[in-house]
């Protein structure tokens, strides 16, 4: 199953190519390591190494989904930087939520999509923007297709992703993800072709929506009981997704100056703060009584809700006003999304 | 099991590109949507949710099979219908399968390949055929190597396709798959070579002639006992699937004004005919009496394969003459296999 | 786990596009029928069919590094003769080691890397080399890019590979394996970086040290017992492998005559020699006493390893020298790397 968890990280992001797919590559092995190691210095107790490989990979999920909001404006050193300072922050913030908050580990690495998004945002918005007419930042036929494969590599294995470190309920997390992704998949294509004109499809809407269900469901996938729960979670998700990317690339990022050019704020963010909301809702309406412990347990889920998205973004923030001093040699906004600025493209070499 | 089961759905047909892709997904998540839903309104019993999927999943392979014929030719609104149209009457015939025969319902499912492939051509039929001089309808070399790459992915996750509603024999019908795979994989480049002048390799035949072993073996997979049983019915898939394409294409397409632009017919029809014939004969070896109880069973069988072809031929040329009405907007044969027509191509635009 | 033992085999060496993809195609199904001919010829002892079928396809590696060797440079009927001799060379040599040596037939199978690494060279230096100018040789930043798809592939599913034929410490070789991948991936963004001038990286190194840590933890991947252990290997493996693109693509290969366009020799050569060397010293530390039983073992595992590299590399020196006699119709220099050479491009004709 782990093998299978990283399937998906490698094939994502293909779309800037050399530079996505390699530095892609790097942030995954350098975050599980990095997991790894902090595990071997505080003596966390785990019952075996698969496990905490499985957790460091769910973990690693936040690096990615940050890197994907300053993708191609970041050198490899910066990216290096955040990605340890990520998955030290990350760190930090499920053992607060653990230790203070009595939330489980294993609910708690859920928050990585959620601390991923709002870490990532709060780092961009601390880089300068790219001309709006740059040419570079343009996709192409074949880089859509090519990042709709990566899509669909993880609709397939998302059912397996949000269900790997679910010790019961196994079957159920599956089915209630799939349903979701389905949900949200047939969703995408309708709002797709009524909010374009003409009624064309637009394949950014249909990637993120058709991912949104997956992430939106994360929290709740072993705990809802009805498919036709998991049918309508996906729906609002979709919804969601494509009027947030409307709403967001026309009003916010322009106003907080964030360009968030993978469309990680809608594909991630906003289905995350969905899928809490809905944890909520259905952890009440499964209780449904009126005990003062109801109230302390959904209390304590806010808080960590809370606590996870503050610190995401403060030190999100506070870790791109570090990464974009000179010090790093940050790539001038002309270089953006240039690949040639870190790979040597050896045409004419005798190599591998 | 499930998921992988995805993988290949969705990596298929990648030729067409985006449409070809994008629809492929909204026809399998509507499809096994459609087939949840109609167990559901008829409380069929199942074990479990996720044998409900696994199934959903292996008869929504009919209806992408069908897309293939049409491909290109259809707008989304009319392959919509045709998939909800195909669920309910490939659904409908295996329950007539199940109800008056007796055929055992992890049985009829196989049928899939034969009805997709049928029920496709019977609808194609009623589409008008594009101008033979199209250079739409043409393959380039990168389109072929994405299809090459589809085909590999169907390949490696055939073995568990054919493995995935069976009990027991698990194991068996893995090997069995596999090594029908391979004997059809060595012919189909054997063939290729002798078929064409200059001893050269046509990709259309490998691809085909490869995957056709696979569909072949459907019907026999966990009964076959010995591996040279299957490496001659690979053998055999892979020589009617060249002499197919090549009859196919010069006569039969013609006379009867089917237009076939993907092969289903010579791919996944021939194949299924061939896997239903030999699996008769198998029987027969198998338990070799001659007692009226086997000749009932065979015709059992016989009656089985010919109800599902005649309900394939006949409700498809119904829903094929409803969808080419001016009702459903079809496209005009200038627009044939034309990407923009259902697609924005935002070169220029930001956006995931 | 067989079936995705294949997903690596046919998605790697897509850089040569349609003959390499092909072809890769043709010798896997080709070894592993081979292979299984020769378990039926000899009757050979075995649990099951799915464990011959598995101790197949790691055999099989070894003519799929073989055949990387001698790429673009032979045409199918040299390829179909390669993979039938070294199949029974391979299959004889893991014969007399297991019958003389006493070593089991599933350590012994572990030098399928090596063997097929120095028998692809062997045989490729009897080819004449291409005209250094030749542009057909060379890379483009598509098939670049492709090339890295398969490398992801090769690197997701080689800790599975690594743990096919353990039946205990299953759960320990995919760690160590995963550990050691992610450890030369590390070292080889940072070697490269530091040896290409400006820094930047280049494709090659990356690809190729990235996997060396998986050929070179193959001997090892159920007996390390430390995860730091399985890093220090990776690390190793990662210097090995881009010193040794340098050395040898600059002083080795013009000495011998070896044209190496795949980088076998550095990718899985060198990795799997240090791996057997890495073993060696971990027997020895781990039974750390001086009797003449672990002299005995370290001897007898030595023997084994120089048999089969001296076995590989006269083998592939006669089998090269037939392959190049003017009988097979050797490809002439200028028609290397020419995929026209051997694929119809039916780029206007209607097919599947």
């Given at each position: 199953m782990v093998i299978f968890g990283f399937g998906f990280f490698l094939a994502f992001l293909k779309r800037y190519e050399f530079s996505?797919?390699?530095?892609?590559?790097?942030?995954?092995?350098?975050?599980?390591?990095?997991?790894?190691?902090?595990?071997?210095?505080?003596?966390?107790?785990?019952?075996?190494?698969?496990?905490?490989?499985?957790?460091?990979?769910?973990?690693?999920?936040?690096?990615?989904i940050s890197a994907g909001t300053v993708l191609g404006k970041t050198n490899?050193?910066?990216?290096?930087?955040?990605?340890?300072?990520?998955?030290?922050?990350?760190?930090?913030?499920?053992?607060i939520n653990s230790t203070f908050l009595q939330v489980p580990g294993k609910i708690s690495v859920m928050h990585a999509p959620l601390f991923g998004a709002y870490f990532g945002l709060a780092i961009s918005s601390r880089f300068s923007e790219p001309s709006p007419r740059s040419e570079k930042n343009a996709s192409t036929p074949k880089s859509d297709l090519l990042s709709m494969l990566g899509t669909l590599f993880l609709w397939v294995f998302w059912p397996s992703f949000n269900s790997i470190l679910v010790a019961n309920h196994n079957e159920r997390a599956i089915c209630n993800t799939y349903f979701t992704l389905a949900a949200s998949t047939v969703t995408a294509f309708a709002l797709s072709a009524l909010t374009t004109k003409d009624g064309r499809f637009r394949m950014t809407h249909i990637?993120?929506?058709?991912?949104?269900?997956?992430?939106?469901?994360?929290?709740?996938?072993?705990?809802?009981k009805y498919p036709w729960i998991a049918m309508i979670l996906g729906q609002l998700a979709s919804v969601i997704t494509v009027l947030g990317s409307y709403c967001l690339q026309r009003c916010l990022n322009p106003a907080f100056k964030i360009h968030d050019a993978s469309g990680v704020h809608f594909t991630f963010g906003l289905p995350s703060?969905?899928?809490a909301f809905v944890q909520e809702v259905l952890f009440i309406v499964n209780n449904g009584t009126n005990s003062p412990r109801l109230v302390y347990a959904v209390v304590v889920h806010i808080a960590a809700f809370c606590?996870?998205?503050?610190?995401?973004?403060?030190?999100?923030?506070?870790?791109?006003?570090?990464?974009?001093?000179?010090?790093?040699?940050?790539?001038?906004?002309?270089?953006?999304?240039?690949?040639?600025?870190?790979?040597?493209?050896?045409?004419?070499?005798?190599?591998?």
């Open positions: 996505s797919t390699g530095f892609n590559l790097l942030i995954v092995v350098l975050g599980v390591q990095c997991s790894m190691l902090i595990d071997l210095i505080f003596h966390l107790p785990y019952k075996n190494v698969l496990d905490r490989v499985a957790e460091a990979t769910v973990s690693v999920t936040a690096v990615v490899p050193v910066q990216l290096i930087l955040m990605t340890v300072v990520e998955m030290i922050v990350f760190r930090t913030s499920r053992w990637r993120s929506a058709a991912l949104a269900g997956g992430v939106a469901v994360a929290y709740t996938a072993q705990s809802i703060v969905l899928g606590l996870t998205i503050s610190v995401a973004l403060i030190v999100g923030f506070i870790t791109g006003s570090i990464l974009s001093l000179k010090l790093f040699k940050t790539i001038p906004v002309s270089k953006y999304f240039d690949d040639q600025f870190y790979w040597e493209f050896p045409h004419l070499a005798v190599g591998f």
